[in-house]
């Protein structure tokens, strides 16, 4: 399928997305990430950390709340964060990724 015809990781994600899968993987993403910028924290490591959220997380109401349990839960100061957001996702989904900008 020429769809799939990308980098490994590429192709992992689109299958993902095709199964209604990557939205329990970015969870899981930010979660570790978080866990991460705990144990960082705890050592006086400050770094910042991207983190790819696809058209489907845009869509995905809970995003939002997920990424402000796991700060939460894990004292994550938000600042070390940043959500990259693809062209193909944000001319896709412009509405709601400005929707869910603000909400951040």
């Not at 899968?21 to 490591?45: F, M, P």
């Not at 939002?64 to 062209?87: A, D, G, M, S």
Request: charged share 25%.
């Amino acid at each position: 399928n020429e769809k799939y015809r990308t980098t490994p990781i590429s192709r992992m994600m689109q299958i993902a997305e095709d199964m209604g899968l990557i939205n329990y993987i970015t969870s899981w993403v930010i979660e570790k990430v978080a866990k991460q910028h705990q144990i960082w924290e705890k050592q006086g490591i400050h770094i910042k950390t991207a983190i790819n959220l696809s058209a489907n997380d845009i869509n995905n109401p809970n995003v939002v709340r997920h990424i402000k349990k796991f700060t939460n839960q894990y004292n994550v100061n938000p600042n070390y964060l940043e959500f990259e957001l693809t062209e193909r996702c944000i001319l896709k989904n412009e509405e709601e990724v400005f929707r869910v900008l603000k909400e951040f």
